[in-house]
């Protein structure tokens, strides 16, 4: 019972920082790409390749601490099912091109948001 609540209590946290992340860039950046998706999306998985790092190379998270921030947090402020939505929605508004482009900057920029965040914490020793 007490994985779940710290899952839940991280998934809260994750939930409502992607909700304020994401209408941040969206009000900076307006227009049919989704950004703000994209925004968050890269940013956790930078954030979850520095912690996953330091999970594995630097055992400095104990089981329940990965629950909070890996499953909890990182899992609910990366935003994939949104981005499956909203790829969707702008094909089914015609603009191919620009799901083609959100498809490909998430995937490609998020698996190197991942290796930077990597190399963040292994370059500055964490």
């Known amino acids: 019972m007490i994985k779940l609540l710290i899952v839940g209590a991280g998934g809260f946290l994750g939930a409502i920082s992607r ?12 227009g049919a790409f989704p950004i703000g998706t994209l925004c968050v999306n890269l940013i956790g998985c930078f954030l979850i390749g520095a912690l996953m790092t330091l ?43 620009m799901a083609f482009l959100s498809v490909a900057a998430n995937v490609v920029l998020g698996v190197a948001g991942v290796i930077l965040g990597r190399f963040a914490v292994k370059v500055l020793g964490v």
């Open 55 to 97: 999970v594995q190379d630097r055992k400095l998270f104990t089981p329940e601490g990965r629950l909070l921030f890996g499953v909890g947090i990182l899992g609910s402020l990366t935003t994939f099912s949104t981005f499956g939505y909203e790829t969707v929605e702008l094909m089914r508004g015609g603009e191919s091109r």
């Open 19 to 30: 909700y304020a992340l994401s209408g941040i860039v969206h009000r900076w950046v307006p």
